[in-house]
């Protein structure tokens, strides 16, 4: 079992910025971090939840949803078992809940829910107008 906890959500102004921070931890099998690709997702108010960012095992390819391109950058660092989410220029439609996934043996750009095994708990990012 991969425990996931997603952290540094909160309330910030349209234009400011956020760091999201998922750590994992727990082991299946002796797999590790590294062995899953791992994926940010969101779920605004009254929306489906919708695919955000999605990093490659090794952390080298990433992968973006158009209404977050060059606004947010997501990156990985296997030795702390953590991926993080910054986000930048934030608007008040990037205002929801965002998950942290992992899918094993993925390459990071699934936009599907169904590849991803272990969730986090979600942490609420509000975006003030």
């Known amino acids: 079992q991969v425990q996931l906890v997603e952290s540094g959500g909160g309330l910030v102004q349209a234009g400011g910025s956020l760091r999201l921070s998922c750590a994992a931890s727990?082991?299946?099998?002796?797999?590790?971090?590294?062995?899953?690709?791992m994926g940010w997702f969101r779920q605004a108010p009254g929306k489906e939840r919708e695919f955000a960012a999605g990093i490659s095992r090794s952390g080298g390819p990433t992968y973006y949803a158009d209404s977050v391109k060059g606004r947010f950058t997501i990156s990985r660092d296997n030795a702390k078992n953590t991926v993080y989410l910054q986000m930048n220029s934030l608007k008040p439609e990037d205002t929801a809940v965002y998950y942290c996934a992992a899918h094993l043996w993925g390459d990071g750009s699934s936009k599907s829910e169904a590849v991803y095994r272990y969730w986090g708990q979600g942490t609420q990012v509000t975006v003030s107008s």
């Open positions: 727990g082991r299946t099998s002796g797999r590790t971090f590294s062995d899953y690709a």
